[in-house]
C-alpha cells in the first residue's frame, strides 16, 4: 500500500503500482494526457516501468475548451 | 492576383479565422461551431483531469486534433513559472510546438502582463516552440516579441470577453506595418463586422472565442465569423477606394434629358 495524491487528490494504491496501472483506473488514454510526477514531466514510455511510492504527487492533465 | 497565403511559422492555414473553443454549452455545439467557423486552428486550454468521474466526455473525442490543429493556451496563467509549466505539459500530450502564450496581469482586466510574456517568450522560442503571443497593442512590446522570435503578435482589440471591438486603431495599424510576422486580433472582437474591420485594416487573422459562443446562436454567428473575415481580407487586398469630402455622381453627366 502507497498513500499517494492525484490531481490534489488523497488516494490509496496497491504496491508497485504504475503510472500506467493509474491510467487505467481511470479509463484514461495515455496519449489524450500528460503527466507530471513530483514536478517533472515524464514521456510516455516511461509509465510502464514507473512504480509509484509514499508521497508521490501526480498530475493528470488533458485538454479542455479554451480561449 | 496572387494566390493568398497565411502562414504561420511554417504551418500554412486554410482560414484566417482562428477559434477558441471555451463557454459552449456542451461538446458538440463546441464541434459545430468550429465546423461552421471554417476554422482549421483551434485554441485549447490545459487542465487537470477530473479523476472522480471518469465517464466526462473530452474535447479530443468531439474535435479531432488530427483534422483541427490544437493551439494550447496559457489561459488562466498569471506568471512566467506556470506558463511555461503547462506549455511543456502540452507538449507532451502531442508533442505541439505551436502554442498560445497569454500571462495575465490582473484579474479584472485580464490585461497581459508584458513583463512576464517578453521573458516567457524568450525561454519557449529557446526550447524549440513557435509561440504565438498575447500581447498589448503596446508597438515597442510588439516589437520586441518579433525581434524574440514568436511566430505571430497578438494584439487584443478591447479586454478578453468584453465584446467592445477594436480600441486602438491606430496602435494596430502601427503594429501591422512594422511587423513581419502575422498580427492576429485577439481578444475583444464583439460581432462579425468587428472582424471585417480588423482585416480590412490588414491584420492577418483574428481570434475568436467569446463573440461566437456567447451569440444567441452560436453556430450560426460561427458561420457570419467566417464570411466576415474572407470579406475583409478581400476588402483589404482590393484596395479601397479613395476618400472624397463631397459627393461624386456614380452615372455619367453626359446625355441627360434636358
Known sequence: MAKIQINGKKVVIKQNFTLQDVLKKYKLNKKKVAIELNGKILPQNEYKKKALKNNDKIEIVQFIGGG | MKKDIFKIDKKVLKSRLIVGTGKYKNLDETAKAIEASGADMVTVAVRRVNISDKKKPLLMDYVNPKKIIYLPNTAGCFNSKDALRTL??????????MVKLEILGDKKTLYPDMIETLKTTQVLV???????????????????????GASAIMPLAAPIG?????????????????????????????????????????????????????????????????????????????????????????????????
Not at chain 2, 511543456?88 to 510546438?97: C, D, Q, S
Request: proline residues 3%.
Open chain 2, 88 to 97: 511543456r505539459l502540452a507538449r507532451e500530450i502531442g508533442g505541439w510546438k
Open chain 2, 126 to 148: 529557446k526550447e524549440g516552440f513557435k509561440v504565438l503571443v498575447y500581447c498589448t497593442d503596446d508597438p515597442i512590446h510588439a516589437k520586441k516579441l518579433e525581434d524574440m
Open chain 2, 162 to 258: 468584453s465584446g467592445l471591438g477594436i480600441h486602438n486603431k491606430l496602435n494596430i495599424s502601427i503594429i501591422i506595418k512594422q511587423s513581419k510576422v502575422p498580427v492576429i486580433i485577439d481578444a475583444g472582437i464583439g460581432t462579425a463586422s468587428d472582424a471585417t474591420i480588423a482585416m480590412e485594416m490588414g491584420c492577418d487573422g483574428v481570434l475568436i472565442n467569446s463573440a461566437i459562443a456567447l451569440a444567441k446562436n452560436p453556430i450560426n454567428m460561427a458561420e457570419a465569423f467566417k464570411h466576415a473575415v474572407i470579406s475583409g481580407r478581400k476588402s483589404f487586398l482590393s484596395g479601397r477606394m479613395k476618400k472624397n469630402s463631397f459627393a461624386v455622381a456614380s452615372s455619367p453627366s453626359e446625355g441627360v434629358i434636358s
